[in-house]
């Protein structure tokens, strides 16, 4: 830490020169290199020649070649992935959404028996990760005939997302006023009618985090795609990248290619949700 | 903290005398049948595909089965004890107790001495945000694969350090047995370091700028300021992160499976890996049920002892909110 030489706070509003903000700028460039530099050489990587990387691991790409992001772009197995990740990761998004409000409301307002004991099952969930129930699920499925798919790993992932999701949906419901149920009461709307045209538009932002934080993990998950989906033709996009990068682990620069379009939509994506997430764990961990 | 908030909620519905009575909480069958009728679905399937299965595994880990034929064959508790004595899986348990250590004090300090420097008025800090951010949202697969093409050898990071005049440096990082589990532990901060750096930096949002104010008008220094003010101010923060980072660490899996796959001779063996060799690949998924189980004690206990320890205050700090 360089930085005790940084004058009093008060005084980077502007007057003098501050001379903490070169350094926050240096830390910061630091920071931002080591956390780029493989991106950046991934993507760079893909337009060169795997001739050009074995000569040369470090230099431009010289000349710019695109058969790569080519040869992946019109590869049937990249789109089917791309698809079968969306869909499951839309479906989980869907599932624990619809699943996970409709339970949060009445744990959130409605006092009935058994209510504490509900809650408290779900959020012992928190304890049991998908990597200590991953055998027996694994039979399960397959007990199912669901091996090989996309529900054999959707429904999981639902069951698995949902104690996350009750216990940041919770305190949300339950933030909403007390009054806004009478006046809905006393314009002849229902509970149906209250949780329908009240409860889930004011629940709209804690929604969208718990559904970001859903979609982040089916998108990334890999140990129970690993076990349930096999074959590459119907895999997840994880599943494909790793199984493209062996089939063709002495091309170099294809697999860099592959890498590169493979982080593309989780980077868009979550560079969107980047707010929400964030606000969606701490939230979470301040429930 | 489930009980707490409700409490805390219904006080209020108590303590509100404008309130017409709160809808009959005597049980009318239409109302219960509503609320179970809302609460069955997730119910139903959380405890379908989480519990039944957390419980299965319990029994499995008792006997000699692997995953076809009928489970009779009852071996008390052997496979926990072929666990419990293994080199191998003593060698995970350690690796994955290695990593909770490395980052709880290597990863911990780092992100919080970026996220006070990063948390000043700064051109250009949402982007800088949105770039420490990257590593986190890639999948674990793809920062695995990418640190595979990047480390081999000769490839581009050798490349770098000799362009940078430390070529001396070079190792084999993935196979040599000595080398690789730092470079596991490198590749797993790069991967979590933005989002520890963000979860701090959402935390100073929550401490006010009154407190800078009035401590520099005092004449504090700014390290003085940091170390008395900030740094207790983020403790709820840094007690979650440090939280999530444990049990992230205690079940490390699709990283090390893909980068190393546990070796070189075990070298970065982690209990999920350890399960997913010896459990899965050869059949034994009696055993593997086993090593789940102890991976869930060992999680189960840190939970528990850092519930009861670090957490419980900020708990309270909860409840007194709460009410």
Known sequence: ?287 | MSTSTITAGSAVHAADPVRPRPRKRRFDVKSVAMIWGFAAPALVVYVTFVIVPVVLAAVYSFFNWNGLGPLDRFIGIDNYVRALTDPTFLKAIGNNLAIVVLSLLIQGPVAIGVALLLNRPLRGRTLIRTLIFVPYVLSEVVAALAFKLILQPNGPFDAFLESIGLGGLKQLWLADQNVVFWTLFFVLSWKYLGFAILLMLAGLQGVPDELFEAASIDGASWWQIQRHITIPLLGPTIRIWAFLSMIGSLQLFDMVWVLTGGGPVNATVTMATYMMQYGFQRSQLGFGSAVAVILFLISLVFALLYQRHVLRRDFEGAVGRGA
Request: avoid cysteine.
């Open chain 1, 1 to 287: 830490m360089t930085t005790t030489t940084i004058p009093t706070v008060g005084q980077h509003a502007g007057r003098k020169f501050d001379w903490g903000q070169p350094a926050v700028y240096f830390v910061a460039l630091v920071a931002i290199a080591v956390t780029i530099a493989p991106v950046v050489y991934l993507i760079i990587g893909g337009f060169r020649t795997t001739g050009q990387i074995n000569e040369d691991p470090s230099a431009w790409p010289d000349p710019w070649v695109i058969t790569n992001y080519l040869t992946v772009l019109t590869s049937e197995n990249f789109w089917v992935q791309l698809v079968n990740s969306t869909i499951a990761a839309g479906f989980t998004t869907g599932g624990v959404i619809v699943l996970g409000v409709m339970a949060a409301f009445v744990i959130a307002r409605y006092s009935f028996r058994g209510r504490d004991a509900l809650f408290t099952l779900f959020t012992a969930g928190l304890l049991f990760p998908l990597t200590v129930a991953v055998v027996p699920l694994f039979t399960m499925i397959k007990g199912l005939g669901l091996l090989g798919n996309l529900w054999g790993i959707i429904i999981p992932q639902v069951a698995f997302a949902l104690p996350t999701t009750i216990i940041i949906l919770v305190p949300f419901l339950r933030a909403i006023p007390a009054e806004l149920e009478d006046a809905a009461t006393i314009d002849g709307a229902g509970r149906f009618g209250f949780f329908w045209r009240i409860v889930l538009p004011l629940a709209g932002p804690g929604l969208v985090t718990v559904g970001v934080l859903a979609f982040v993990a089916s998108w990334n998950a890999y140990l129970l795609p690993l076990l349930i989906l096999g074959d590459p033709s119907h895999s997840t996009l994880p599943l494909g990248t790793q199984a493209f990068a062996t089939q063709f682990s002495s091309d170099t620069a294809k697999v860099m290619a592959f890498t590169t379009i493979s982080m593309i939509p989780a980077l868009v994506f979550f560079t969107l949700a980047q707010g929400r997430i964030v606000s969606g764990l701490t939230g979470a961990v301040k429930g």
